[in-house]
């Protein structure tokens, strides 16, 4: 693909090292798993993750017009290759009307119909392209929308959104290599604590702690490995971030000198915001974005969400799929200009926003937006204390085939009630093993109760609310009490 000749130029400028004026002075762990553990790690997995780095670090400055220039150029090239190797999008493309070769495939985007989680699942096959360079692979995601969905990313679309990530974690000093604090939770992730897993965090300079486990005593835990750790950034869900904000504050200990808290994952409520940034004494840095739509937007440090527009287009669509205009609020449809193996085109996310007009201060000429609603889901609650993230039990749920859509409601007594909608083909679903699942996030003290039902009803307050608890909990309120106003 030819890069305009603005941005070509921008690109041929850029340094090949970077040292961020804040991180003059390297550690040796920092260096080596900066300059070696991550190139090699890259280059075996087929990654051009640098490379695609360079490129985003050069032109984040490009003026808005010349990114549009280049979102055209790309947007062009996806258009072509969805067209010639895959059946889903020739037939998609062919019956909108639009032709790869027009001059202005941007004016085109919006007569291809929004691309939904059900025409992922019915046509996955046909929209899938066997061929890209080192692989495809497959992921799930959508458990916290509560409609799991599996898709297929090559590494181009995995070195940009990784790419992405590096050139945001710069913004606020933090060089890839540079200790980071993960709070995070997933099957997979928890599971690999073994000294291998160990071995491997220590070489990129990172720690995991479990997000999905937060009981006092685990949480003490978590802050003597902080204090052995002196991590540079902490990143993480921002409700488990403000838990253990509110824990440390409790125990007044100090957990200040972080360069910068990155939350994900979910919406970050103002409240959460406040707790984190008053506790930790540095910045909170929202991002935004999602394992199928891929890395959406971020917070700078002066405080605007910008959009990787190298990377993705965005659109806010109304209610009846047209495009509203800037400053407009309505559902965030996204199309992926490096996804090549399963292209997403005018994918919907089920969030809610609008773009903004103007430029941020900070100069950079990626676009805007903000985000209004999207992902949020309480925390469970175990008797003993224990505090569970939402995603502990959403992930089992979204990984078991035949779930099509689910609720979780935990009421006053702690007792949990798991709703599923099934696929008509749900093979081996069954009450049994739904239990058998959950029951491994949750333990046996509660009760629980699993529900198969047609549909789940979409109240008002439940709308993007996938996980609901009703136990009152008065020592957690600066994380959960506003959740009950979405
Ligand atoms: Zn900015």
Request: proline letters at 5%; a neutral charge.
């Amino acid at each position: 693909m030819r890069l305009p000749p603005s941005v070509a130029a921008t690109v041929r400028a850029a340094p090949t090292v970077w040292l961020h004026p804040h991180c003059s002075v390297v550690s040796l762990n920092s260096f080596v798993s900066r300059y070696l553990v991550c190139p090699i790690h890259e280059r075996l997995l087929g990654r051009d993750t640098f490379r695609c780095a360079r490129i985003l670090d050069s032109s984040q400055w490009l003026a808005p017009t010349d990114l549009a220039e280049l979102q055209r150029t790309k947007l062009s090239a996806l258009f072509h290759h969805a067209t010639m190797n895959t059946s889903f999008y020739r037939d998609r493309l062919r019956r909108a009307g639009v032709d790869p070769a027009m001059d202005d495939p941007g004016a085109a985007l919006s007569s291809i119909p929004p691309l939904t989680k059900q025409d992922i699942r019915e046509s996955a096959e046909e929209m899938i392209w066997r061929n890209a360079p080192h692989g495809v692979f497959s992921s799930h995601t959508g458990g916290s929308t509560g409609e799991p969905l599996a898709f297929f990313f090559d590494r181009r679309r995995q070195a940009y959104d990784q790419a992405a990530r590096i050139r945001t974690h710069r913004w606020f000093g933090v060089e890839m290599g540079d200790r980071e604090l993960y709070l995070w939770g997933s099957p997979t992730e928890n599971l690999r604590t073994d000294r291998l897993k160990r071995w491997r965090d220590s070489c990129f300079n990172q720690r995991l702690v479990n997000a999905f486990d937060m009981s006092a005593a685990t949480m003490d835990r978590y802050l003597d490995e902080w204090d052995r750790f002196r991590p540079a950034c902490l990143f993480g869900y921002p409700s488990s971030i403000a838990l253990l904000a509110d824990h440390a504050r409790g125990r007044a200990i100090d957990l200040t000198a972080l360069r910068a808290v990155f939350v994900t994952g979910e919406v970050c409520h103002p409240h959460q915001r406040e707790t984190i940034a008053a506790y930790f004494g540095a910045p909170v840095a929202n991002g935004y974005g999602s394992r199928e739509a891929g890395f959406i937007a971020h917070e700078c440090p002066e405080g605007s969400m910008h959009i990787t527009s190298e990377n993705v287009i965005v659109e806010v669509l109304d209610e009846q799929g047209g495009v509203l205009p800037v400053g407009e609020t309505g559902e965030i449809v996204v199309t992926h200009l490096d996804a090549y193996a399963m292209p997403m085109i005018r994918y919907r996310t089920g969030d809610v926003g609008r773009l903004k007009h103007g430029r941020c201060a900070c100069g950079r000429g990626l676009g805007l937006m903000d985000i209004v609603l999207g992902r949020t889901t309480d925390f469970l609650y175990l008797p003993d204390g224990t505090v569970k993230h939402a995603l502990s039990i959403i992930y089992p749920l979204r990984e078991m085939p035949g779930v099509r859509q689910f609720h979780v409601v935990q009421d006053e007594r702690y007792a949990v009630t798991v709703e599923i909608v099934a696929d008509d083909d749900c093979g081996s679903l069954s009450e049994e093993n739904v239990t058998e699942h959950v029951r491994r996030a949750i333990g046996n003290e509660v009760d629980l109760r699993v529900r198969f039902v047609d549909f789940i009803a979409s109240t008002a307050s439940g709308k993007y609310r996938y996980v609901e608890s009703r136990v009152k909990r008065p020592c957690v309120t600066s994380c959960v009490e506003t959740l009950s106003h979405v």
